[in-house]
């Protein structure tokens, strides 16, 4: 199945998220309800502990909500078996995570380079080769992660992200392990990379300022929308 440009290209209902734990079942998200339109920048805020990361992870299809229904790009990602949702990951999301999840044995430009040839791109290290100096480290191609700062290997993350064109970019606390000045050089290529592809950018973030720069922002209490939010596609969905 195919969404048409004018469908949202993430689109949840009534999704619930529980989890087996030493303590027994956990209930993490509770009945989610929430459309987003394409293009559009989405910051998801909330305190710890609220489901931010975990709803972001079921819309990436990393986590499979335990009830509901997860349609991105038209697809039911509920019905797909790993395998399925690799593939449809690898074709149409970058996630870039708060602990950047580089491969330590390659190099920079081979991390970046590695899932391009997984999905079959002929050009994939002159397209990673590209991305990196989109961030800023063309001078870093042959360095490996235990070689450069964390900033650095945040932007290496980014371009590995943005690398394969995504349809759809998700990004969990990218800056919480940086410092402030590092962690906003971050959120500008973001911003930037985002600008430049033209995807819609879900971002997770304890800083209401980042929020601030995006256009529509989700903000989660105890697994739920904050009360007072609409479920559809609004530009301003905060709860005051």
């Not at 293009?39 to 931010?52: D, L, N, R």
């Not at 002159?126 to 100096?133: D, Q, V």
């Amino acid at each position: 199945m195919t969404a048409s440009q004018t469908d949202p290209i993430l689109s949840l209902h009534d999704v619930t998220l529980a989890l087996d734990g030493n303590a027994g079942r956990v209930e993490i998200l509770h009945g989610i309800s929430l459309e987003l339109e394409r293009g559009q920048t989405v910051g998801m805020i909330g305190p710890s502990g609220s489901g931010k990361s975990s709803l972001l992870m079921v819309m990436g299809g990393l986590e499979r909500a335990s009830s509901g229904s997860v349609m991105a790009l038209g697809n039911d990602l509920s019905a797909m078996d790993e395998d399925a949702l690799a593939r449809f990951r690898r074709q149409h999301m970058g996630v870039v995570f708060q602990s950047f999840h580089l491969i330590p044995t390659m190099t920079a430009l081979e991390n970046v380079a590695t899932p391009l040839e997984l999905a079959g791109h002929a050009d994939a290290f002159a397209r990673a080769e590209a991305e990196l100096e989109a961030v800023g480290l063309g001078h870093r191609t042959g360095h490996y992660p235990g070689q450069m700062s964390g900033g650095e290997q945040q932007r290496v993350a980014l371009a590995r992200a943005a690398a394969p064109r995504p349809d759809i970019l998700l990004a969990d606390e990218p800056t919480g392990n940086l410092d402030g000045a590092t962690g906003q050089a971050i959120m500008d290529l973001l911003f930037g990379l985002r600008d430049r592809h033209g995807c819609t950018l879900v971002l997770v973030t304890h800083a209401p300022e980042l929020a601030a720069r995006c256009d529509r922002t989700i903000r989660l209490a105890d697994g739920r929308l904050a009360q007072g939010q609409r479920t559809g596609s609004a530009s301003a969905e905060a709860a005051e």
